[in-house]
Nanobody, 123 residues
Framework: QVQLVESGGGLVQAGGSLKLSCAASGRTFSSYAVGWFRQAPGKERKFVGSISRGGATTDYADSVEGRFTISRDNAKNTVYLQMNSLQTDDTAVYYC????????????????WGQGTQVTVSS
């Protein structure tokens, strides 16, 4: 089992940047693919992006492609979500999730979830 804790959320102005961290427990973090998801008020949880176990490949939702970057440092048991050019509709609770095997854009594929961190983008 792996435990995940997100951090780094906060309030930023539109056009600004924010970097989220997802810290994982355990010594086998490199065996887990990690996805980022977000849930805006009154809306369903949606895929943001994902990264493979070794960090070699990433996938992004069309809505964030070119603005967000996912990276990982397995030695530090941490995955990052760098968010640039933030827009007001990026406002949401952001979650990281982990699964053994391949990365996925589908929430049900992920076994382990963090508690979420709030990102608010003001205009």
């Amino acid at each position: 089992q792996v435990q995940l804790v997100e951090s780094g959320g906060g309030l930023v102005q539109a056009g600004g940047s924010l970097k989220l961290s997802c810290a994982a427990s355990g010594r086998t973090f490199s065996s887990y693919a990690v996805g980022w998801f977000r849930q805006a008020p009154g809306k369903e949880r949606k895929f943001v992006g994902s990264i493979s176990r070794g960090g070699a490949t990433t996938d992004y939702a069309d809505s964030v492609e070119g603005r967000f970057t996912i990276s990982r440092d397995n030695a530090k048991n941490t995955v990052y979500l760098q968010m640039n050019s933030l827009q007001t509709d990026d406002t949401a609770v952001y979650y990281c999730a982990a699964r053994e095997g391949l990365k996925s854009s589908l929430s049900p594929m992920y076994r382990y979830w963090g508690q979420g961190t709030q990102v608010t983008v003001s205009s």
